[in-house]
Structure formats: structure tokens, C-alpha cells
């Protein structure tokens, strides 16, 4: 058998590190692979070789792992270029050196644009590694899912904040405006969300 690589990558969220727990967890359930490496700080950790091996982490370890948030392996925002095969050719021999042939990342858009970078050079250069992108965004925008993991949790903040501000701005008893302003990139998901504890329309 071969060996696995796990990172994360982009914004952490609530839920990232489940995503990560799911990784190690099915392995040790179904071993496909021998071990599991994890890439600390993402594509730029894995790109100076520094892996950690979580293939034997303890079930009480991933259980935690699950309900911890933000990123356990660390992340980063690094951007492959495309034309400019130095970090590929660097991947490759960091895979090799370590017997990998599958690379899950998990994140947003950026991520999912690593991702395909990857699987495209790998293919141009009929390099077996399969490269398996994990959704994880609250901006809940990557094309093809419904809902992202990371949204949820996100989608529930905003809701609860918005109608605990409403409630401390009726005390005044006279029209007021309180500007709440949310992440999301261009999608319009989690302003959306602000919404979603109304019980009436007239409610903020």
C-alpha cells in the first residue's frame, strides 16, 4: 500500500478540523492507506516537507479533534502559479520521498483552485496522485454543493447576533439603524442567513 496526505487551507472555521478527523478516522476503519501524513500550514508546510504522521491517533484524539475549532494542522493562503512548475516539480519529490499518492486538501475557493492546479499538472505529467478537494467555506460558494461545512455554524452566529442586537436596539423605542456587516466574499449567503431567527416580518 501507499500513504496519504492531509492539509488544511484558507479561513478556519468551526467544523474544519472535523473534516480532518473524518480523514484519519476512515483510514483507521478501512486502511487504504498505510499512513496518514498531515501538512502543517497547508500547500506552504508541505512544500518545505514538514509533515506530521496521524495515522495512529487516538480515537479519544480524533474525537476531540472534531470539536475543536479553527486549524489543527495550521493553514496558509499560498497560491500555486500556474507556468511556473518549481513548486510543482518541489511537491513531487516531497510525494515521492514520502510514498504518497493521494493528497486531500481541505477549504474554499482558493483551496479547490490548488486543488485543480494540482490534479491538471499531475495529469499533463501522467503523475498517479489523486488530488481530493474537502468543502469547507462559510462563504458557502464553491460550486456543485448545496451547503459547505463551516456554514452552518457561521449561518447560526450571524442569525443569533442580529436578533440580540434587534433586542438591544428596541429599548430606545424610536426607529434606529445598527449596520452589522458579515464576511462572505461575494456571495450574499451569510447577510442572508441574519435573517433566519425572524419569527415576524417586522422583526429586524
Known sequence: MSNCL???????????????????????????????????????GVLDGSLYDLTDLSGRDIDILKQTPSSALGTCRYKLKRGDDKDYKRLVEVMDEHDIDAMFYIGGNDSMDTVNKLAAYFAQHNNDVSVIGIPKTIDNDLEGTDHAPGFGSAARYIATIVRELARDSEVYGKPNITIVETMGR???????????????????
Do not use: C
Request: charged share 15%; no cysteine; aromatic share 6%.
Open 186 to 204: 461575494d456571495a450574499g449567503w451569510l447577510g442572508a442567513a441574519s435573517a433566519l431567527a425572524r419569527e415576524k416580518n417586522e422583526e429586524a
Open 6 to 44: 492531509v492539509a488544511q487551507s484558507g479561513g478556519p472555521t468551526a467544523v474544519i478540523n472535523a473534516s480532518l478527523a473524518g480523514v484519519i478516522r476512515a483510514n483507521q476503519l478501512n486502511p487504504v492507506y498505510d499512513r496518514v501524513f498531515g501538512g502543517i500550514h497547508g500547500i506552504e
